[in-house]
């Protein structure tokens, strides 16, 4: 009997930042293959009312309350889930965001700092913690969630730009360090997604002032990047690791 190389069966993931759309969609994107779901994100409240839904469309789940950008909470969170689970097969970095936009000189050093530490040390720490039990065992997968403008800057982004762009080279970094124990790392680069967070604003305006056009003609739904982290990190992605796929209706075209 011939195996879907797209099917998750079997196989545990863990997935950050699951109370925001996109985790969401990645969520439930990665049971509906198969896989069994530990989300994550610092709500616990917000946590069991996805995992409620998602128990009743017949997922396997499990919640874990925890801040990314919290060293020690990370490291002991992994202990437990370890001590519970055996730890995840599949980690997906989902947990990130621009916490502000502004002119390069009117940024302060914590303002720069927050944005480093939920975009970059956060899956650091996330993807080395939760990561040591792949190692262990020989085999794994890592999705790490970007943006385009760390591809290409967007105005008022310099913190989240250089945050997503050093995600971009510690994915690669990652992937050829753990390319011998067996474990792949990628990442994908979404551009405007259609969210929640941009219900106030017109999307029109807001692709004009990055200066992008869409050739797609449209934003992506939360699904549209959930399906591509997917298939990151099914067998179906076997020989692919150290990659940045974009997720962006052609805008960096």
């Given at each position: 009997?011939?195996?879907?190389?797209?099917?998750?069966?079997?196989?545990?993931?863990?997935?950050?930042g699951a109370?925001?759309?996109?985790?969401?969609?990645?969520?439930?994107?990665?049971?509906r293959?198969?896989?069994?779901?530990?989300?994550?994100?610092?709500?616990?409240?917000?946590?069991?009312?996805?995992?409620?839904d998602?128990?009743?469309?017949g997922?396997v789940?499990?919640?874990?309350a925890?801040?990314?950008?919290?060293?020690?909470?990370?490291?002991?969170?992994?202990?437990?889930?370890?001590?519970?689970t055996?730890?995840?097969?599949i980690?997906v970095?989902?947990?990130?965001g621009?916490?502000?936009?502004?002119?390069?000189?009117d940024?302060t050093?914590?303002?720069?700092?927050k944005?480093?530490?939920?975009?970059l040390?956060?899956?650091?720490a996330?993807?080395?913690?939760?990561?040591?039990?792949?190692v262990?065992?020989?085999?794994?997968?890592?999705?790490?969630?970007?943006?385009?403008?760390?591809?290409?800057?967007?105005?008022?982004?310099?913190?989240?730009?250089?945050?997503?762009?050093?995600l971009?080279?510690?994915?690669?970094?990652?992937?050829r360090?753990?390319?011998?124990?067996?474990?792949?790392v990628?990442?994908?680069?979404?551009?405007?997604?259609?969210?929640?967070?941009?219900?106030?604003?017109?999307?029109?305006?807001?692709?004009?002032?990055?200066?992008?056009?869409?050739p797609?003609?449209r934003?992506?739904?939360?699904?549209?990047?959930?399906?591509?982290?997917?298939?990151?990190?099914?067998?179906?992605?076997?020989?692919?690791?150290g990659?940045?796929?974009?997720?962006d209706?052609?805008?960096?075209?």
């Open positions: 009997m011939k195996t879907d190389p797209f099917r998750l069966d079997g196989l545990s993931a863990l997935v950050t109370t925001g759309d996109i985790g969401q969609a990645i969520a439930r994107a990665l049971a293959q198969g896989a069994s779901i530990t989300l994550l994100a610092r709500s616990a409240d917000r946590l069991e009312q996805i995992a409620a998602m128990q009743q469309e997922a789940v499990r919640t874990a925890c801040d990314v950008t919290d060293i020690e909470q990370v490291s002991a969170t992994a202990d437990q889930l370890q001590l519970e055996g730890g995840p097969d980690i970095n989902n947990a990130g621009a916490r502000f936009l502004a002119d390069p000189l940024i050093v914590s303002g720069w700092a944005t480093i530490d939920l975009n040390t956060g899956p650091f996330v993807a080395t913690a939760f990561g040591r039990s792949m262990e065992r020989g085999s794994g997968a890592i999705v790490n969630v970007g943006s385009i403008s760390g591809l290409r800057h967007l105005p008022g982004m310099t913190a989240y730009s250089a945050a997503k762009g050093g971009y080279s510690l994915t690669r970094a990652l992937a360090e753990w390319a011998p124990q067996g474990i792949r990628n990442a994908v680069a979404p551009g405007y997604i259609d969210t929640s967070g941009w219900d106030a604003f017109d999307k029109a305006e807001v692709e004009e002032s990055a200066g992008l056009q869409i797609l003609g934003w992506a739904s939360p699904r549209e990047v959930a399906e591509p982290v997917a298939f990151l990190v099914s067998q179906a992605a076997s020989y692919i690791t990659t940045v796929l974009v997720v209706g052609g805008a960096l075209a």
